[in-house]
């Protein structure tokens, strides 16, 4: 397999998003923008990956160190087109043997098996390829002018005449070299224009000129979609939820109703998943088969085993591991926990930092007190163990197998085997004393 370099152009701070966040940081799925490029061309078998950051992007330079340290950063000081930001990559290109793709960290939609189509081209015989869409409106656009099936010239809305307008076939901008030609076109780039920039896309007119064979491959219009704005990370989140729902369907998860729906970019669900109407899973989620998340639940960075039953009006907190055929239901939150197979929390519940063991029932109301305000402590709790409602349970404490906690109990000793803990004080009933009660409000209203 022929090594492959891609330069990722990352965009200025973009204005327009209204924010302190550089532009290619904002998230699409909950992974930045930049992350969904650098992971495409990853996964189209990228060897060495080279991104050009402003100098004003450091924030972006440090989230790359973190997520991926193999990959290069490079610094173009000065603004001055695409041409340029490639120039300024050319020490991870000059002694490299293989393709060169450029693409932007601004599209973050594109996918890998479209970089890998546009890599085909290069195998099959060309030296350039520019990788094309069919907008549904080109007006705006470059436009692939081509001569059978090998690209002529790139002509942009203003300097085309009306046959090319009515061409259909527009620029994405994304193209891909073989290093020989890269190296006999980059330094005829020229600036005279109104913007005196350097645009990568005159390559494919020199290449021509120099008897290169230039083709194209062809993209879907949502794959080369730009961010520029919040409206248009809202278009990029839409394609993006489209097809994380799309290929749960496909892969034989029922989404009830699928637009109120919500992945992130690292969920995993099974097959025989039944996910409700108005779910929303963070990252870091996986559910296996058999289970079902109820209406209106929230879950993140947790783990759901099979036959699990979650919500409704659940939240699954980081850290929450909820094993095979257990419960959380409705209102109940649980954090940093390990809940047994066939344990069951019903409702009305927070459980933080606790181990609950197989077959454990905890009833409605009871909390974990987990935190003193400064600390974080632990609840152990064994198996078939009973927890009545309204207890609480305040850490660190172990309640042992087959305990039983009666309700409205304020735990704070351990309880052993098989005990019935009981931590509230004794009731007395006073008789009649009710109508002295009321009595005593009446006098106080008037």
Known sequence: MTDTLTIVLAAGEGTRMKSTTPKV??????????????????????????????????????????????????????????????????????????????????????????????????????????????????????????????????????????????????????????????KAVIDEIGNDNAQAEFYLTDAAQIARSKSFVVKTSKSQENEVLGVNDRVQLAAAERVFQTRKRTQAMLGGVTLVAPETVFFSYDTQIEQDVIIEPNVVFGPGVTVKSGATIHAFSHLEGAFVDKDANIGPYARLRPGANMGAGSKAGNFVEVKKSDIGPGAKINHLTYIGDAQIGAGTNVGAGTITCNYDGKNKFKTTIGENAFIGSNSSLVAPVEIADGAYVASGSVVTHNVEKDALAIARSKQTNKSGYANVIRQRWTEKKD
């Not at 061309?41 to 992007?57: D, F, N, T, Y």
């Not at 603004?79 to 043997?97: I, K, P, S, V, Y």
């Not at 046959?163 to 020989?180: A, H, L, T, Y």
């Open 25 to 182: 940081l904002h998230k699409v799925g909950g992974l930045p923008m930049l992350g969904h490029v650098v992971s495409s061309c990853r996964a189209a078998g990228a060897s060495k990956i080279a991104v050009v950051l402003g100098p004003e992007h450091q924030a972006s330079a440090n989230y790359l160190q973190n997520l991926d340290p193999q990959i290069h950063t490079v610094v173009q000081h000065e603004r001055l087109g695409t041409g340029h930001a490639a120039m300024q990559a050319r020490e991870h290109w000059a002694g490299f043997d293989g393709y060169v793709f450029v693409l932007f960290a601004d599209n973050p939609m594109i996918q890998a098996q479209t970089i890998a189509q546009a890599k085909s081209v290069l195998d099959d015989g060309a030296d350039l390829v520019v990788v094309g869409y069919e907008p549904a409106s080109p007006f705006g656009l470059g436009r692939l002018i081509m001569d059978g099936d090998q690209l002529v010239r790139i002509v942009e809305e203003k300097d085309a005449d009306d046959d090319q307008k009515r061409v259909g076939f527009c620029n994405s901008g994304i193209m891909g070299f073989k290093v020989n030609c890269l």
